[in-house]
Nanobody, 122 residues
Framework: QVQLVESGGGLVQAGGSLRLSCAAS????????MGWFRQAPGKEREFVAA????????IYSDSVKGRFTISRDNAKNTVYLQMNSLKPEETAVYYC???????????????WGQGTQVTVSS
């Protein structure tokens, strides 16, 4: 079991940056793949990025590749999402999630945070 709490969301202008954090409880954080997803109003939850337990494997959605960076600090039980060059259409609630597999599919992640709102103004 792992509990996740996101932070770092807020309002930013188009082209700006935000850094999201996701703090996890539990001693087994370092065994989980961590993922970031987002959901805009009226849309399905969308994969953003994932990082394996060691950080050796990372995947991004094509829409954020080159602008977003996922990272983790297992000593701090925290995963991060650095978001640069943000666009208004990326306004959404951003969620972190944990899984023992390695996947970009939301259904593969049994543990989810409550989400943090990111609003990008034009």
């Amino acid at each position: 079991q792992v509990q996740l709490v996101e932070s770092g969301g807020g309002l930013v202008q188009a082209g700006g940056s935000l850094r999201l954090s996701c703090a996890a409880s539990g001693r087994t954080f370092s065994t989980y793949t961590m993922g970031w997803f987002r959901q805009a109003p009226g849309k399905e939850r969308e994969f953003v990025a994932a990082i394996s337990w060691s950080g050796a494997r990372i995947i991004y959605s094509d829409s954020v590749k080159g602008r977003f960076t996922i990272s983790r600090d297992n000593a701090k039980n925290t995963v991060y999402l650095q978001m640069n060059s943000l666009k208004p259409e990326e306004t959404a609630v951003y969620y972190c999630a944990a899984t023992l597999s390695y996947s970009r599919e939301a259904r593969s992640y049994p543990y989810w945070g409550q989400g943090t709102q990111v609003t990008v103004s034009s």
